[in-house]
Nanobody, 119 residues
Framework: VQLQASGGGLVQPGGSLRLSCAAS????????MRWYRQAPGNQRELVAGITSGSSINYADSVKGRFTISRDNAKNTVYLQMNSLKPEDTAVYYC??????????????WGRGTLVTVSS
């Protein structure tokens, strides 16, 4: 199983980006999917999560600006980021709990995609 994140880049303050993370491999079922981020010198922090039933939670710092969603048919989770601030600059990682075809649950991480918010 692999998680492939994409969509990062350089954006000016106030701008928008949309991150995608697609899961592939011998997947039977996907549970909660999450986005984390890690800025230089900081610990990795949870940004947003969405359960298989589409219950959603956000970090306080991104509420009202970021939107997480998922497309179960495509095994993909998205993060729409609006009104970006310099403090949103970080490497963004996707994470998912996945049951493989042999009915084993495990926790998977993508490699990360860099988001830089700067003028």
């Amino acid at each position: 199983v692999q998680l492939q994140a994409s969509g990062g880049g350089l954006v000016q303050p106030g701008g928008s980006l949309r991150l995608s993370c697609a899961a592939s491999g011998r997947i039977f079922s996907i549970g909660t999917m999450r986005w984390y981020r890690q800025a230089p010198g900081n610990q990795r922090e949870l940004v947003a999560g969405i359960t298989s039933g589409s219950s959603i939670n956000y970090a306080d710092s991104v509420k009202g600006r970021f939107t997480i969603s998922r497309d179960n048919a495509k095994n993909t989770v998205y993060l729409q980021m609006n009104s970006l601030k310099p403090e949103d600059t970080a490497v963004y990682y996707c994470n998912a709990g996945i049951m493989t075809l042999n009915r084993k649950w495990d926790d998977y991480w993508g490699r990360g995609t860099l988001v830089t918010v700067s003028s």
